[in-house]
């Protein structure tokens, strides 16, 4: 899709092998190993429950019970020096709602960098609430505005400062069509001119096309990993949504013949 | 960068100043918290209006036990929200201490237990005759003491609450036993030697000890002294035992 290709190759932003997770006594992560590359936007795809928001929250380091190796930025995930290079957005928005939306922004973005001058960090909020479109909104209690507004919302923290690494765990949930492409088109020049990686988790199959790179998961498995294209010319489909109904009913026909031949 | 364990102080105060702005766009709360402990005092005033010296005694310990279960709920609620909405995830996923974050509530908490016990107290003395022989300014110290006690408990109970029903119950499990034993209703030394012994261990019982040590003695007893050290005492423990159960990484 872009010109993306003449970059030099270097060290990925999230490398994982062997990554498992347990969550409750289930393992929910099952031995992953992929790479996220840096100035890319990496699109995480599955079906739900498949565990995207746990490979999530194990990227940016909430996520107990990991083992394996899975290292961030050239650290091990959860690295207290992760913490301002990171820009997260959990699934659900985590914004206050009886605090207005610049207040939120204004709180986060103080927790964020405390010595930066007042100056700088509300010229920062300012440009956060243009990126996600809701100049008009600052003023409005979060607690108020739609679920689409709100997410948007939880989305601009994550844009506080520059962070290298955004985790985006379903930013466009909910968002019209208008507005997703907006939101596609503010991740793109984020990876583009300010280099930063995302890696971004969606339902919506459309969007996967959007990526530069895709990982699709089923059962707390990576399926495939690759540039949409490729995945499209691998299984012969033509989108990304056929090429993963493929992959995911060829899974369930090999565990099925597994089954049957113990 | 903040270490483990050292605060970094705009941190803090940035929180303090967030928990302060959320209260503001919540009048209706804010009332609540001010003007029960008064509405309570006045009636408790005309309930003994036959016996001065009651109210004195009764009067003395509300002032210390209203900012504590006050500031208990307030801050049980309002971590169980920071924890079931996510903010708490984002938090700790960002560069904040969780000692800022404690002490970020402590410190708005505190600042709201001050209003309210100086109504409270100015009430008291000023309108209803409470007879206090001590400074007025020992009962706000109390008082004050009383609140990070409240904040402290609040915020280590708010971590095995599941949901807003089982916070609210924390309150009868763990204020309840507390007011009967601390002296409000007998004198401790009057009661079972065994439940005496268990208010001896329960940090509100002197808290109300210390508001009758200001209650009865002009100058600053060692009594008093030792009172108000083990209230703080606890809170600060509470407290580091609370930020203990707030974990980064959750399941
Ligand atoms: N707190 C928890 N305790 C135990 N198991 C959990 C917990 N949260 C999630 N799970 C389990 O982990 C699995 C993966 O969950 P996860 O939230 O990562 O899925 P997901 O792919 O993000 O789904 P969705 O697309 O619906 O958001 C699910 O089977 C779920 O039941
Ligand atoms: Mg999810």
Known sequence: ?262 | MTAAGALSLPRTTATAARVLRQLRHDPRTIALMLLVPCVMLFLLRYVFDASARTFDTIGASLLGIFPLITMFLVTSIATLRERTSGTLERLLAMPLGKGDLIAGYALAFGAVAVVQSALATGLAVWFLDLDVIGSPWLLLLVALLDALLGTALGLFVSAFAASEFQAVQFMPAVIFPQLLLCGLFTPRDAMHPVLEAISDALPMSYAVDAMNEVLRHADLTTAFVRDITVVAGCALLVLIVGAATLKRRTA
């Open chain 1, 1 to 262: 899709m872009m010109n993306y290709s003449s970059r030099p190759p270097e060290e990925p932003a999230v490398h994982a092998q062997d990554l498992t997770v347990v969550r409750g006594s289930r393992p929910v992560l099952r031995g992953l190993g992929f790479t996220v590359p840096r100035g890319r936007i990496t699109g995480l795809l599955g079906p739900s429950g498949c565990g995207k928001s746990t490979l999530m929250r194990a990227v940016v380091g909430t996520q107990a019970k990991v083992t394996g190796t899975l290292d961030v930025l050239g650290r091990p995930a959860g690295h207290p020096s992760l913490r301002t290079r990171i820009g997260y957005v959990t699934q659900a928005p985590s914004v206050y709602g009886d605090l207005t939306v610049r207040q939120n922004l204004d709180y986060f973005a103080a927790i964020l960098d405390p010595g930066k001058a007042g100056a700088d960090r509300r010229h920062d909020v300012e440009r956060v609430l243009a990126d996600v479109d809701l100049t008009g909104h600052a003023d409005s209690l979060a607690g108020t505005l739609s679920g689409g507004q709100r997410s948007r919302v939880s989305l601009a923290v994550a844009l506080l400062g520059t962070p290298e690494l955004l985790v985006l765990d379903e930013p466009t949930v909910g968002l019209d069509p208008v507005l997703r492409r907006d939101l596609w088109q503010l991740f793109h020049s984020l990876a583009e001119d300010r280099g930063a990686t995302l890696l971004v988790s969606s339902h919506v199959m459309d969007e996967a096309e959007r990526c530069h790179r895709l990982l699709l998961m089923r059962a707390g498995e990576v399926l495939a990993e690759g540039a949409p294209e490729a995945l499209r010319t691998r299984t012969g489909a033509d989108t990304v949504e056929t090429a993963f109904l493929r992959l995911v009913d060829e899974a369930a026909a090999a565990a099925r013949t597994e089954e049957s031949t113990r």
